[in-house]
């Protein structure tokens, strides 16, 4: 799993953010069905190599999971690292702010 930076890092980049949600959307899709709806959708005309490298950052950074069944790879989001990221830095904002009222 990720640390915190390469959550952020890894939602840095414009074609991730948007393999994020189409993974929000629709969960457990191969890398060919993710280049349609990237082209599709988003008008992007990535190359396969292009995305599995994206979606090889999302996966170091905790954010994609995958599973193989047969010769197929299925990827799917798991935002609990974003969760915690945001999550302690609400805390600690809550808590800072907190003694102001």
Not at 1 to 13: E, K, Q, Y
Not at 52 to 58: A, G, I, M, T, Y
Not at 66 to 79: A, E, I, P
């Amino acid at each position: 799993m990720g640390r915190v930076g390469d959550v952020f890092r890894a939602l840095a980049d414009p074609t991730r953010r948007a393999i994020v949600d189409e993974l929000c959307e629709r969960g457990g899709q191969t890398l060919f069905e993710i280049c349609g709806r990237l082209a599709m959708r988003h008008s992007l005309g990535s190359t396969r190599q292009a995305v599995s490298q994206h979606l090889d950052v999302l996966e170091q950074a905790g954010l994609v999971v995958t599973r193989r069944q047969g010769r197929y790879k299925f990827h799917d989001l798991d935002l609990d690292p974003l969760r915690r990221a945001v999550g302690r830095w609400m805390g600690e904002f809550d808590a800072d702010h907190s003694d102001q009222h």
